[in-house]
C-alpha cells in the first residue's frame, strides 16, 4: 500500500508538522529584523558623521606659524615621542555677555590666564605651569600672519599685554623669548565656553576655608564645599577681591585648583559611559576653542588626548612660575631666578625638583575635596599656602 502524499489541502500542514503560512510569517519577520538592523546601523553612523562634521565645525582652527616666527631648536625631539608643550592661553572677549573679567570692558580680547601644559617623552608626567598676568618683562616685536612686525619690542611691560596687542602668536613669541622652551601646539580658551563644559560635567567641587560676600566677583556663599555650576565657576576663577589675599598669584592657585578639579570630575563620573554628557561637553569644548591647525580636527585632538592615556591623575601636577615682588611696583611682580631652572629643565624635559613642586597643585588630591594630606611639615606648609590662597586644606 503506498504512501499517502503530503496534505496540500486547507489544512495548511505541510510535510514534518510545520503550517505553510509559519514559512512566510518567519521569512517577513527576518527580512524586518534585517532591515531593520540595516536602517539603525544606517542612522547610527549617519548620526556619528553628522556629530562629527558639526563638532569639528565648531573648531576655529588657525596656522600662525609665520606670526611666531621661529623656535628653539627642536630636531632633538623628533614627534611622536618627544615632549610636548601646549600653551593654554584664557581669552577675555570684552564685547561677550558675561566676559568681562574684573568688570572690564572695551574692543578686543585680554589674556587672564596663561598656562604651559607640558607633557614629558615618556609620557609619565604632565605639568601645568601658570605665569602671572601681572608679571612685569620684556616683549619682543609681535608679527602678522605674514611674518612682518605690527609692533615694536617693549621692555617692562605687563604679560598679559602681549595678547591685547598681536593676539596668540605675540604671547607665543614672548614665552619663547623668555623661557627658551618650544611650543608644540597652543589653544586659546574663551570664558564664555568655560561654562558649558562645567555644566555638561555636572558642575565641579570647589571647597572655600571661609565665607564669601562679594558683590564686584558676584560670589556669596558659606564656607565649605560646593559644586559649582558654570556661572558660579565663571565668577569663582576670576574672583580676585574676597578669598584669599586679594592677589593675581592667588587667584591662580585658584585656577589651578579648579582645573585640577574639572580634570577629577570628568574621570571620576566615567564621562565616556554617559554620552548625553558627553555630547553637551564636547560642544561646549570645541566651541570656545581657538587652537593650531596641527590639532585642528577632532581626530588630530583625540589623538593628541591618547598620548595622555597612561598619565594617573597624580602625576598630573600643576605649579606657579616662580615669582617676586618688583622692587619698582608693589602691585606687580617679576619672575625670581628659581624660575630660568624650571624653564630649563621644561626645556629639557626633566621632572622638576621638589623645590619647584612645593606647594603644587595635584588633580590626584584637591584642596578640600578629595583627602587631606598627611601631617608632615612640607604638607603643613602647602596647607598653610592653600589656606592663604583661598583654598581649603
Known sequence: MS???????????????KRKGEVKVRHTVAKVVTATLVVIALVTGLT??????????NLDAEDLTHAIGNQPDKRKWPAPSGPINILVMGSDNRDAPGDHVDNLTGIGQRSDTTILLHLSADRSRAYGVSIPRDSVVNRPACLDNDGKPVSEPVERTMWNEAFNVGGPACTIRQFISLTHVPVTHWIVVDFAGFKGMVDAL????????HAVNDPIGHITLPAGTHKFTGDQALDYV??????????????????????ASMAHQAISANMLARPLSMLKFLDAATKSIHLDEGIGSLAKIAGLGYKFRNIGLDKIQFVTTPW??????????????????????IRLDK????????????????????KKPKNSKQEQQAVDDNLANGLCA
Open 3 to 17: 504512501a499517502l502524499p503530503p496534505d496540500t489541502g486547507d489544512s495548511g500542514v505541510a510535510e514534518g508538522g
Open 48 to 57: 556619528v558623521v553628522f556629530l562629527y562634521r558639526h563638532y569639528n565645525s
Open 202 to 209: 555636572g558642575g565641579v567641587e570647589v571647597c572655600l576655608p
Open 238 to 259: 576670576r574672583e580676585r577681591h574676597d578669598l584669599g589675599n586679594g592677589s593675581d598669584i592667588g587667584r591662580m592657585k585658584r585656577q589651578q585648583a579648579f582645573i
Open 324 to 345: 617676586e615682588v618688583d622692587p619698582s611696583d608693589p602691585n606687580r611682580v617679576v619672575w625670581a631666578p628659581e624660575a630660568k631652572t624650571l624653564w630649563d629643565d
Open 351 to 370: 621632572p622638576l625638583p621638589r623645590s619647584l613642586l612645593s606647594g603644587s597643585v595635584s588633580a590626584h588630591r584637591i584642596p578640600g575635596v578629595t
